[in-house]
Structure formats: C-alpha cells, structure tokens
C-alpha cells in the first residue's frame, strides 16, 4: 500500500505492507482476498466508465453512477458481479493494478458452530445451505453464493482459512431447572444441534449433573430436508430432547405449516413453561423468521397472562 505522509520537507512516500492483504498475485487477490460478487457501487461505476473507449458503454455507464434510481433499478434486477459489468460493457478496460485498489476486501461469513466440543474435541461442524440463484426473475445468469460453494467445492485435506468469533450473548444455559425451547427451522437448527451434543455428553458421562427440559421446534419445506433427522430422534429417545416438532412448508398434501404455528398451538404448554418454570427460549435463523416468532410468543403470553 503506497501512503503519503505529510512532513517539514514535504511529502514522503513509502510502500507499506497491507494490514489485510499478503503480497501476492492479481489472481490470488481476486481469487481469495476480494469482493467481485457483491454488484458494483455507483463510484466503482464512475471509474469503470473512465476506461471505457466506446462511447456508448461510457455513457451508459455514467447514467448508473449518477442517476440513483436506474442504478438501483439494474441492480436488484441483474445483480451484476463484476465479470457480467466487464461483459456487458465490453470496451471497459481498467488497468489491473487500479482496477484492484477500487474493489473491497471480502468479508469473512459466519456460521454458527453445530458441533459440541466436548464430543468432537478436534473437529468443527457446520451446517452450511448451498446458494444458488439467478437473477431477473428467475431467468438471468445463475449466481453462486460465494462461502457456502467454496466449502462445498473443497476436497479432503484442502486447508480452509477461518478464525472462531465468540458470541457471549448466545450461549447454553447454566440453570438446568429451567426449560429450553429452541426454535431454529432451515441451518438456523446449526447451534441446537450443537446444544443436544453438549446435554448428551452431560447425561452420559456426568452422571451427577442435570439437564434442562428441551423443546426443539424445526421447520424446513419437505421432510427429506429434516435436518439431523436420525439425530433427533435418539436425543428423543435418550431424553436429551423432550419434544420435537416439525414445520413443513411446502410439503404435498400437508397444509403449509411455519415454525410460529406450531408454537401458537402449544401455546398453553409454551406460556406455563415461560411464565410458571422461566424458561429460556433461543431463536436461530433469518430476521423475517424470528420476527414472526417473537410477535407469536408476545401474543401467546398476553393471551395467558390476561386470564
């Protein structure tokens, strides 16, 4: 990274190495170290039509940069990443080098760790949705979620880059006296399964120690994507889990079925394990999702509570 800094005899200039970014090549950069699927901002647009030696592709390019509602027009119907901008305005030649400063860094995703420690002591799991869309309306180029095919993509023994963030304010309870209601319906069921690894490691080899009551509430569209079908059902059977409901959402000849509906139905059975036994209640999964469940669960304790 060239930087300049401002002193009694002037600039000074040096070459510096990136906080981030190793030296490497320009594939390696693009390959690893930086974001062309996200589509392109209006300034990245501005510069793109700088390079441009046809008129018509500068032109068109600089009505995107400046003119916000064509921008936002294209790019929640195309979705460009940068190979699809570079190939529909084919006179863009910015110069690699410079190209590369204008892009991000890619940010690192995160999943939920779906594995007890206690249980794999050398091993971390996860729970990890392929993506795959297309664009314009379902009939655009497909496009491929960036992680989640990069880890679907890897071979044994391939190293996979990654660092471990802590989430203090989503952890198990310590209070085994108190019921657990898990909601996590599609891979938001990633830190439960987690949670039932722990609580069977505890039933099993700490004899002297307890578990909590567990309900665990699942959704997904049919039932060949129950995940951790099997599993669930020995922490049934071994008492981990006390209860397991199922939410399909577009499974054939069964009424369409969400998380939160299931919850409405127990509510009596939820609002005394919440009002009189103080459960805790984790919810995992999209923000659409745990919205409904929260507007469930405060309409099914009014509902009780005003009895």
């Given at each position: ?9 002037g ?15 320009h ?10 699927t996200?589509p392109p901002?209006?300034?990245l ?7 441009c ?11 995107l940069?400046?003119?916000s ?10 979705l ?13 030649r910015?110069?690699?080098?410079v ?6 860094a890619l ?12 249980k794999?002591?050398?091993?971390i ?7 795959t869309?297309r ?6 180029a ?29 952890h198990?309870s ?21 949670f039932?690894q ?21 959704g ?30 577009r ?30 209640i984790?919810?995992?999964?999209d923000?659409?999702?745990?919205e ?13 509570e005003?009895?």
């Amino acid at each position: 990274v060239l930087k300049e800094k401002q002193t009694q005899n002037g600039v000074y200039k040096s070459w510096e190495p990136h906080e981030r970014l190793p030296v490497c090549s320009h594939r390696t950069l693009l390959t690893r170290f930086m974001d062309i699927t996200t589509p392109p901002t209006r300034q990245l647009l501005t510069y793109l039509a700088s390079c441009c030696s046809d008129k018509a592709d500068e032109e068109r390019l600089l009505m995107l940069a400046n003119e916000s509602s064509v921008y936002e027009d294209w790019r929640y119907w195309k979705l460009p990443h940068l190979l699809e901008v570079l190939e529909e305005f084919p006179s863009c030649r910015p110069p690699a080098a410079v190209f590369v400063a204008q892009l991000n860094a890619l940010q690192p995703r995160f999943y939920s760790i779906s594995s007890s420690p206690r249980k794999y002591s050398k091993e971390i799991h996860l729970t990890v949705a392929i993506v795959t869309y297309r664009a314009e309306d379902g009939e655009g180029a497909e496009h491929y979620g960036v992680c989640s095919n990069y880890l679907a993509n890897l071979q044994p023994d391939d190293k996979i880059f990654l660092f471990v963030r802590s989430a203090p304010s989503f952890h198990m309870s310590k209070d085994p006296t108190r019921p657990v209601i898990l909601i996590g319906p599609g891979t938001g069921i990633a830190p439960f399964r987690s949670f039932w690894q722990e609580w069977d490691h505890i039933k099993s080899e700490m004899v002297d120690c307890k578990i909590p009551k567990v309900w665990l509430f699942f959704g997904c569209r049919t039932k060949n994507v129950d995940l951790y079908r099997d599993e669930k059902e020995e922490m049934l059977q071994k008492g981990v889990l006390d209860r397991v409901f199922l939410a399909l959402s577009r499974e054939e000849n069964i009424p369409k079925t969400y998380v939160q509906d299931l919850a409405l139905k127990e509510a009596d059975s939820i609002s005394e394990l919440i009002l009189q036994e103080k459960a805790h209640i984790y919810v995992c999964g999209d923000v659409t999702m745990a919205e409904h469940v929260y507007q469930t669960l405060r309409k099914i304790l009014a509902t009780h509570e005003n009895r």
